[in-house]
């Protein structure tokens, strides 16, 4: 497994990466500087109007990502998008509390369905890549495959309870 420490960025160089919300403000941000690290990067993004999805925030780096304008909910884009790609950073969703409040439902269909589908995608098409809901690299040291099942989480869970802490 590779660490992603200042020094371990380097190997970053080459590798596919996939940022959905990659037009917003935190994915924009971490494609250029995946970009800057010679990643092949692709972003993908619905442009959801009011939330923070503008070319605008990769005019710097426009013509050396790929784009592809599709929503995460959309199983069959998704299937296909996550293909061969070394890395996926998952960050498009509906991020306002004030708006969670007022419409719940772009949190269900975005933030749960968008995300099970996308989860989905790479278990059956790449459970091989790695992928994060964070922009820390760090953080995306696990294959979807490598989750804990259902069984190893409650023996955790049981024998932290145990624990005299
Ligand atoms: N902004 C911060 O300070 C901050 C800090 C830490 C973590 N985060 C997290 O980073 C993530 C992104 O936040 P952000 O501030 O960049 O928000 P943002 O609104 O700027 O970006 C989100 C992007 O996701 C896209 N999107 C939303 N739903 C989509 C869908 N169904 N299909 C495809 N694209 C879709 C939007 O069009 C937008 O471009 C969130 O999970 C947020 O919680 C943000």
Redesign the pocket.
Known sequence: MKAHGPAGLQSLSGARVLI??G?????SNLAGRLVELGADVTL?????PE???NLFNIEAIRDRVKVNF????DRHAMDWLVRGQDYVFH?????SHVMSLTDPYPDLE?NIK?TVVLMEALRRFNPRARAS?S?APAASTAPPSACPSPRTRRRTRKASMKSPI
Request: aromatic fraction near 10%.
């Open positions: 959905t919300g037009l917003g403000f935190i994915g993908v993004d619905a442009m959801i939330y923070g999805g599709s929503d995460i909910c960050l498009a969703g509906q991020v975005y968008g809901s922009p």
